[in-house]
């Protein structure tokens, strides 16, 4: 699945759609740089990854030039009021549930398993025992519970693919999951708010890592104003 940062743009006057792609690039780096300065030492907006159709739009002839690289029903960015940001929430609300039940039935009379980042903080916590990161993925990938999913994913039938890094949404239950694609349809893996703040939730992090990330998009998302512009940057 596709590794997607939303960043949130404030409205100017008469900012030309082309724009927006340079100044989500400028407001990512800003934010990472803020964020983890060690790690990006210097910055342009080359190093930021492509602008990716991500949003649902409602523009029509004379409003879709305010839409930054739009599709027929796709935008990678644009205006709130343009972008159908209530109909994606739906959507992968719909396609969670569907996801959740196709996952019950493949994985029955399997036992709950132990998701990913709890055997990588095993090697991270006890390196001097020689419990290798290697070792951590083979652990969690001889769980049958696992086993089960990646054989349903490798057997060319699946009507839906199960994100192994999932697995603890999963387990909590139709509705917590339902929950985590609504609110995640719109933010993606990670988000910069309009004051430059950023939270990014990559997979195989924590279940509570995940709802702190909603919580954080949900504010975002309620400072926006229709005039205030949202794009979609895809990460390699």
């Not at 930021?48 to 839409?67: K, Q």
Request: aromatic share 8%.
């Amino acid at each position: 699945m596709p590794q997607i940062v939303t960043v949130c743009l404030p409205a100017g006057p008469d900012k030309p759609a082309v724009r927006l792609g340079h100044e989500a690039k400028t407001a990512y780096i800003r934010a990472l740089s803020a964020s983890t300065p060690a790690t990006i030492a210097v910055a342009s907006p080359d190093y930021a990854n492509n602008p990716y159709p991500h949003f649902v739009h409602t523009a029509n002839r004379r409003s879709r030039g305010e839409l930054f690289a739009p599709r027929e029903h796709l935008a990678a960015g644009g205006p709130v009021r343009l972008l159908n940001l209530g109909w994606m929430a739906q959507h992968n609300a719909t396609v969670h549930r569907r996801r959740w039940h196709v996952w019950r039935q493949v994985v029955q009379g399997t036992r709950d398993a132990q998701p990913l980042w709890r055997f990588v903080d095993r090697h991270l916590t006890t390196p001097k025992r020689g419990y290798s990161l290697e070792q951590a993925h083979r652990d969690f990938r001889a769980q049958p519970r696992i086993a089960a999913m990646e054989i349903y994913n490798n057997s060319g039938r699946a009507v839906t693919p199960l994100p192994l890094d999932h697995l603890e949404a999963f387990q909590v239950g139709c509705e917590a999951y339902v929950e985590l694609g609504y609110h995640t349809a719109v933010p993606g893996n990670a988000m910069v708010a309009l004051g430059g703040q950023i939270f990014e939730c990559r997979p195989n992090q924590p279940l509570s890592q995940l709802w702190e990330f909603m919580k954080f998009a949900a504010i975002a998302m309620r400072q926006m104003s229709p005039d205030d512009c949202m794009v979609a940057l895809l990460e390699h």
